[in-house]
């Protein structure tokens, strides 16, 4: 079993920045690949950011790229999402989760563990 718990949301104006953490607990969680994911009021939940096991590799999508930095501290056992230049279409809970995966994943189904989720609230 892994447990995450986020951290660092908020409310905070378009153009501005929050950093996201997540803490894991639990069984090797070093060793997963680890992603970030919102979930907006009506929408699907949708991948935003994932980290492979080493930090090596990153994926975003493409609403967030050259805006959200996703990072890894394996010795803390945490795992980041800087957002910067943030807009109101950023509103959303987030949540991390760990798949059980050497490599990156970005499907919903390949993440076996998730968090209780926090708010980002972006005023325009």
């Known amino acids: 079993q892994v447990q995450l718990v986020e951290s660092g949301g908020g409310l905070v104006q378009a153009g501005g920045s929050l950093r996201l953490s997540c803490l894991a607990s639990?069984?090797?969680?070093?060793?997963?690949?680890m992603g970030w994911f919102r979930q907006a009021p009506g929408k699907e939940r949708e991948v935003v950011a994932a980290?492979?096991?080493?930090?090596?590799?990153?994926y975003y999508a493409d609403s967030v790229k050259g805006r959200f930095t996703i990072s890894r501290d394996n010795a803390k056992n945490t795992v980041y999402l800087q957002m910067n230049s943030l807009k109101p279409e950023d509103t959303a809970v987030y949540y991390c989760a760990a798949g059980p995966s050497w490599s990156i994943v970005v499907a919903l189904y390949e993440y076996d563990y998730w968090g209780q989720g926090t708010q980002v609230t972006v005023s325009s």
């Open positions: 980290i492979n096991w080493s930090g090596s590799s990153t």
């Open positions: 639990g069984r090797t969680s070093s060793t997963y690949t």
